[in-house]
């Protein structure tokens, strides 16, 4: 007698193959049987009759990390098929703290909209990432968690917010990394565009590759610029790369701002050049065309560089002001403004600090409530919210969007933390990827405009992801693989999540085993929670 046995289905198996029909055994959370015609039995049986069966979805760009310490039972991957999270992206973890900077990691958390409450603040020393994760993992989730460390509490646990680091304290960093390793982190995410992670010149990132390169890890980076500067970005991770041969993965590839609208087949050409001189790097993309951030992003980084407190604290100095709302909205000498090829009225908050009324508005409409441009509605209300305020910028084309996901090496991701439409999170109006972005390539990019094939699709959620992580047993449907499965409708699965109305679960995706766990029965959650810590061997 197996566990369970789904029958009937049409298996995609993750390899970009062509589909087959066959019976599906599972025992001891692995699938152990593949074949037509199954004869055993179940002591639970899944009749997939004219549903697709495909390994569970590797979402390889999450910030679950970050919420589910909060919500451990929040739904909104699972929901869309994801079994396993790479968590702990951009550079921004929970761990590792050290009680020395402490206060300065926690400040970075809140202008990144991640607010820990003062009982949960005596809570928060975790010595590593690996410890933090395990915790989550120990209250009970539903996906695998794939932990990588942050370059930012490693930075700050070394060196507070300070911009030039002694050599003493880059070994600080190494030896924090070394035993992030060496406890099974499977890579470390970098935040180049964030403060302070940007203070990292390019020898020391090649210093810490060459280490992420010994533990055969990788570095997943948002870039320095996804903007006027994206090209430069690019070439400095590529170097970055070839220098110390680390394994690149390149974070949510886009292109912000009108100006480099168009160009997306510019970049995947110099992104091939890189790979085909042997640099190792692969991307990941969410199928959007806004993007999410703090709306501290517009304020030159120069300008806050001892934290945004000291910029909104000299607000009421009119030529204070009136400088940096010029240099908002056109940049610096050594900054280019997220802000100037963008229409700025249709930027939507997403999360505030205090005035919950605020979230869901656009900045046009805040601006016509105060009667003010909208540049003082953003210094308004980065002030009244104490900097803290997460915003969707609508930035990026259709066109390129559509261009980057066909690229062999592009990979599907949520960028998403798992929330859920109650609890902590019912006041949120997140990024609709949060919900969507799964189903959405299904429904949308394969299903209706044809941009992908669903085997493509597939591999691009499951092999591909697994492969470059190094994550043997888990991205295909084959015999002995770990029995993590998504079994979606092809006609019907889709994403409700809009940007109107973020907080709703897909349509489509019937039913998700987790470790052999059926944790989606019939488009609804059963309860249970078999997600593990998985670590690097
Ligand atoms: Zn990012």
């Known amino acids: 007698m197996f566990d369970c046995i789904i029958r009937n289905g049409s298996i995609v198996n993750g390899t970009g193959a062509p589909s087959f029909a066959a019976d599906i055994a599972i025992a001891d959370g692995t699938i152990s049987l593949i074949v037509r015609g199954l004869s055993g039995t179940g002591r639970n049986e899944i ?15 999450s910030h679950s990390d970050l919420s589910l310490f909060f919500e451990p ?56 990432q690996i410890d933090h994760v395990n915790n989550l993992v120990e209250k009970g989730v539903s996906s695998n968690l794939i932990p990588l ?58 210093e810490l590759c060459r280490i992420i390169r010994e533990n055969n890890a990788i570095w997943a980076v948002h870039m320095r610029d996804e903007g006027q500067r994206l090209f430069a970005a690019v070439d400095e991770v590529i170097d970055i790369a070839n220098q110390s041969r680390v394994s690149l993965q390149i974070s949510h590839l886009k292109l912000e701002g009108k100006s480099n609208w168009g160009r997306a087949a510019d970049l995947l050409a110099r992104l091939d050049r890189a790979r085909a001189e042997g640099v190792d790097v692969h991307w990941d993309q969410y199928p959007y065309t806004a993007y999410g951030s703090g709306l501290v992003d517009a304020i030159p980084p120069a300008w806050r560089a001892q934290g945004i407190d000291q910029v909104l604290s000299r607000l009421s100095d009119k030529q204070f002001s009136d400088s940096l709302k010029q240099a908002m909205l056109r940049g610096t000498e050594t900054w280019r403004s997220p802000l100037e090829e963008i229409e700025i009225e249709k930027i939507i908050v997403t999360e505030v600090k205090n005035d919950l009324e605020y979230v869901g508005k656009t900045i046009g409409e805040l601006a016509t409530t105060w009667q003010r441009e909208p540049v003082d509605a953003i210094l308004r209300l980065l002030n009244t919210q104490e900097g803290s305020v997460k915003v969707v910028v609508p930035a990026m084309s259709e066109q390129d969007v559509e261009v980057i996901m066909q690229h062999p090496a592009t990979m599907i991701s949520s960028d998403g933390k798992a929330v859920s439409p109650q609890g902590r999170y019912a006041q949120l109006h997140p990024h609709p990827r949060y919900y969507g972005a799964f189903p959405r390539v299904l429904g949308r990019y394969v299903r209706e405009k044809g941009i992908l094939d669903l085997n493509e699709a597939i591999q691009k959620m499951t092999s591909l992801p697994a492969s470059r992580l190094g994550l043997k047993d ?64």
């Open 47 to 61: 009749d997939a009759t004219g549903l697709v069966i495909a390994p569970g979805f590797i979402d390889i760009h």
């Open 73 to 128: 039972h929040a739904q909104s991957k699972i929901m869309q098929g994801v079994t396993t999270e790479v968590v702990g992206n951009c550079g921004i973890t929970s761990a590792p703290v050290r009680a020395i900077h402490k206060a300065a990691l926690l400040r970075l958390f809140e202008t990144n909209n991640f607010t820990i409450t003062a009982s949960e603040e005596k809570l928060w020393n975790w010595p590593s």
């Open 149 to 206: 460390v942050g370059g930012v509490p490693l930075r700050v646990a070394a060196a507070g917010m300070k911009e030039h680091l002694e050599p003493q304290e880059l070994d600080v960093i190494k030896s924090l990394l070394q035993e992030e390793l060496r406890q099974g982190i499977w890579g470390m995410s970098s935040g180049l565009y964030y403060i302070p992670e940007s203070h990292f010149n390019r020898e020391e990132l090649i």
């Open 474 to 537: 888990r991205g295909m449907i084959a015999e002995g693989q770990a029995a993590d499965i998504v079994i979606f409708n092809p006609q019907t699965v889709i994403d409700h999540a809009t940007f109107q109305q973020p907080c709703r679960f897909p349509q489509g995706i019937e039913y998700v085993l987790v470790n052999g766990d059926v944790v989606i029965e019939e488009g609804e959650h059963t309860g249970r929670y078999p997600g593990r810590l998985l670590k690097k061997q």
